[in-house]
């Protein structure tokens, strides 16, 4: 008898993948329903799009200017107003969106959280990794109240999309909205090449590329390859790259199906962020580097000299 | 202007935290603790905030066992005016953490919260956000920079897309992200100091907070291990193995 509210994630009218990766953490729950719910100033084209999303069963919209921006302390009111209606969890994704706002909807209700869920066990039964990963409790929620949660979006891949038509319906629930929080901008990295959290690709570098100007190896690799550009603490530290390229336990998690780490030596803190995923490929100078512990694939070496023999390879 | 800092203990973020054979927890014995490293931030950033004359003083508080007065000391040797401590044996999950705060901000009236945005223990991500509910006060989560005026705070947040910035009216609670600030070393005259500073002990019980530990921990177990792949010796080697995969 459970029934999940997916709270979307989007940005500039466009659905962000981890909603679709939430309802396939949604479906192991083994539910009556999964409804979505989009909170937007303009929420059609999105709502659309998450009716795509296989599983889904509604999808419920709330349209307010007010919503333009996802503000944690304007959305969580309205988001525990539809949670009272029935539902026996609330998901977030274990973004930075869902991270701020998920908490916020729980102490509302007056009920714990679970965040970062990686395994569903039961409806009320998850793991989820503590200590930056380095172990894995299985935690119990009481059955008796609404569950709120993060879901490790690494965890999952998105739920298909394509079949499905849920209807889509305009909620009009009132709840007070506060205007003690105001959106004054955001500042987007300009790029053409995938994102981070969600590309299939991702080639990262660390401080053994040596500087911001060597950071553009780096980037010319990854665009042969079409891939995301990440990079180690220690390189946004040192002041390569923006600290939005960070992968890691304190920057984003991510699960591509390609990850190829170079000049990183591989902290702990990095390898956390990086442990989903499909094939890790590592260049680095020192053999001994923890990094090649987890490797699939090591080469040891110089990597301004490997890399360009590696873009001739690829030719 | 009054600045609360929450100022948590835990294990020290060069422990390799290990499992316990038998399932039970992790190993903390004879593990060192400090101060967790995101709420070393917070307290830099309110002690920047009273150099600057914004704030007039700033309150550490921590919610722990006795033993945990040591870790409040070290708050007042980085520079601290004073210190609360609420004293419970027991380990409290965020909502309860976010109820007992809030009867502190009850009792103080700060304009600011400053907190951590995650302990490295639970990695929840949880209690600023919720003591912000229950305050209905403003948040402003994941913060990289901080400038306040005129009763508002302008705060510069680390999102996934970016660098998103909000204003928020104050009284508010602010968490920190790692790029905030650098925490300053505690020099040994501070130290010393630090002894004569006020500290305040609260028995959690006298409180009377509705726990929120509503979730229990049933298993621990160590991660599932990557195993070690195989080096190649060149990058043709390399493309090889990739193509084979089907990865290229």
């Known amino acids: 008898m459970s029934k999940v509210l997916v709270i979307a994630e989007h940005l500039n009218g ?15 729950l083994k539910p009556d329903a999964i409804d979505v719910l989009v909170l937007a100033d303009a929420p059609d084209a999105i709502a659309a799009e998450a009716a795509k999303i296989d599983g889904v ?146 080639v990262s570098g660390g401080r053994g590329v040596g500087s911001a100007e060597n950071f553009a190896i780096i980037f010319k690799l990854a665009d042969k390859l079409g891939a995301a550009v990440g990079a180690s603490r220690a390189a946004v530290d040192a002041g390569y790259v923006p600290s939005d390229l960070q992968v890691g336990q304190t920057g984003k998690i991510i699960a591509p199906e390609l990850y190829m780490a170079i000049g990183i030596s591989g902290a702990i803190q990095h390898l956390t962020g990086i442990k989903d995923a499909g094939t890790i490929v590592a260049i680095n100078k020192d053999g001994e580097a923890p990094i090649f512990e987890v490797a699939d694939f090591g080469l040891v070496g110089d990597l301004f000299k490997l890399i360009p023999e590696l873009e001739q390879a690829l030719n | 202007m009054k600045i609360l800092v929450a ?45 600057k004359g914004v704030a007039t003083e700033v309150i550490v508080a921590t919610i722990g066992p006795a033993d945990a007065q040591a870790h409040l000391r070290n708050g007042l040797a980085m520079g601290a005016n004073r210190a609360i401590h609420i004293v419970t044996p027991n380990a409290i999950q965020p909502l309860t953490a976010a109820r007992t705060l809030l009867k502190l901000v009850e009792k103080e009236q700060p304009q600011i919260v400053i907190l951590g945005k995650q302990a490295i223990d639970d990695d929840a991500n949880q209690t600023g956000q919720m003591l912000a509910a229950l305050w209905n006060r403003p948040q402003a989560t994941f913060a990289s920079k901080v400038e306040i005026g005129n009763g508002v705070a302008k705060v510069t947040r680390e999102v996934d897309a970016g660098l998103e910035t909000i204003e928020v009216d104050l009284p508010a609670v602010i968490t920190t992200d790692l790029r905030l600030n650098e925490p300053r070393f505690i020099k040994l005259p501070d130290i010393m100091k630090a002894k004569s500073k006020p500290m305040e002990t609260i028995d959690f019980a006298s409180l009377g907070v509705e726990s929120g530990d509503h979730l229990k921990t049933t298993a621990y177990a160590p991660p599932a291990k990557r195993s070690k792949g195989v080096m190649v010796k060149d990058a043709a080697e390399l493309v090889a193995a990739l193509k084979t995969k089907g990865l290229l």
């Open chain 1, 57 to 202: 069963s509604k999808v419920f919209t709330m349209a307010n200017a007010a919503n333009a921006h996802a503000l944690a302390a304007i959305a969580a009111p309205q988001i525990a107003a539809v949670a009272k209606n029935g539902y026996t969890h609330v998901f977030a994704p274990s973004t930075t969106f869902g991270k701020d706002v998920a908490p916020r909807v729980a102490a509302l209700l007056g009920v714990a959280q679970v965040s970062d869920i990686m395994k569903v066990i039961d409806a009320h039964t998850f793991q989820r990794p503590i200590y930056a990963g380095n172990a894995i409790i299985t935690v119990q929620a009481p059955a008796d109240q609404t569950l709120v949660a993060t879901v490790r979006t690494a965890s999952y891949a998105a739920a298909a999309n394509g079949a499905n038509t849920a209807p889509i319906a305009a909620l009009d629930i009132s709840a007070e909205l506060p205007t003690h929080t105001r959106f004054v901008e955001l500042a987007q990295g300009k790029s053409d090449r995938p994102d981070l959290q969600s590309a299939s690709r991702v």
């Open chain 1, 14 to 28: 466009k659905l962000n993948s981890s909603t679709a990766r939430c309802v396939t953490c949604a479906r192991d």
């Open chain 2, 7 to 51: 100022y948590k203990r835990v294990v020290d973020f060069n422990v390799r935290v290990q499992v316990k054979p038998d399932g039970s927890g992790v190993v903390t014995e004879g593990v060192k603790l400090s101060a967790n490293p995101f709420d070393d931030i917070a307290l830099e950033e309110a002690l920047r905030l009273r150099e």
